[in-house]
């Protein structure tokens, strides 16, 4: 029987924030306000990233233990609630096997973005404070962060990929949690 691989993770660490995202999975990325309670939050989500994962073709394995790979000072993005820092590793060319895989993903976090919008209600279910967008302004906002992304021309590809991915499912999840 074949050893259960780690999950290797990338840690952005804010003052008050930060981010675990998952190395070879771009869009499983969870925040807490520790190291710890990232991390814990990205497991936790391991099944509703099994859907992206399946719509890429792609098996998602049971890991064995969490492998931190990288960890990078946040800002003030990172703060309010986004991830905003590349990893070293983002830097270095992609095989031609792990761009496809990239690709894959991202193709899946859009898809199954879209099919939770097409699936939601209009108005959502507002914030404790009474506040949050309703799934169009959602949709708009995803597809305007979405353009301007595309545009930095600063960003590694790998970290792109990454955050695209991740702004598509953390909006997917939040309409899908605020249509209940």
């Given at each position: 029987m074949?050893?259960?691989?780690p999950l290797?993770v990338?840690?952005?660490?804010?003052?008050t924030?930060v981010?675990?995202?998952?190395?070879?999975?771009?869009?499983?990325v969870r925040t807490?306000?520790?190291?710890?309670e990232?991390?814990?939050?990205?497991?936790?989500?391991?099944?509703?990233?099994l859907?992206?994962?399946?719509?890429?073709g792609l098996?998602?394995?049971?890991?064995?233990?969490?492998e931190?790979?990288?960890?990078?000072?946040?800002n003030s993005t990172t703060n309010?609630?986004?991830?905003?820092?590349?990893f070293?590793?983002e830097?270095?060319k992609?095989?031609?096997a792990?761009a496809?895989?990239q690709?894959?993903?991202?193709?899946a976090?859009q898809?199954?973005?879209?099919?939770?919008?097409?699936d939601?209600?209009?108005i959502?279910?507002k914030?404790?404070r009474?506040?949050?967008?309703?799934t169009?302004?959602?949709?708009?906002?995803v597809?305007?962060?979405d353009?301007?992304?595309?545009?930095r021309?600063?960003?590694?590809?790998?970290?792109r990929?990454r955050?695209r991915?991740?702004?598509?499912t953390?909006?997917?999840?939040?309409?899908?949690?605020?249509?209940q």
């Amino acid at each position: 029987m074949a050893a259960r691989p780690p999950l290797k993770v990338g840690v952005e660490l804010g003052t008050t924030r930060v981010f675990a995202s998952a190395v070879d999975y771009p869009g499983w990325v969870r925040t807490g306000k520790t190291e710890d309670e990232a991390i814990a939050t990205l497991l936790s989500y391991r099944e509703r990233y099994l859907a992206i994962a399946q719509r890429a073709g792609l098996a998602l394995p049971e890991f064995s233990t969490v492998e931190v790979v990288e960890r990078v000072e946040g800002n003030s993005t990172t703060n309010f609630g986004a991830p905003d820092r590349a990893f070293s590793f983002e830097a270095q060319k992609l095989t031609e096997a792990k761009a496809e895989q990239q690709t894959a993903l991202l193709e899946a976090c859009q898809a199954e973005f879209d099919a939770i919008a097409a699936d939601a209600p209009a108005i959502l279910i507002k914030g404790p404070r009474g506040g949050g967008r309703d799934t169009d302004a959602v949709m708009a906002h995803v597809a305007e962060a979405d353009e301007m992304a595309v545009k930095r021309k600063t960003w590694s590809a790998a970290y792109r990929t990454r955050r695209r991915a991740w702004h598509l499912t953390d909006h997917g999840w939040e309409i899908q949690d605020r249509s209940q």
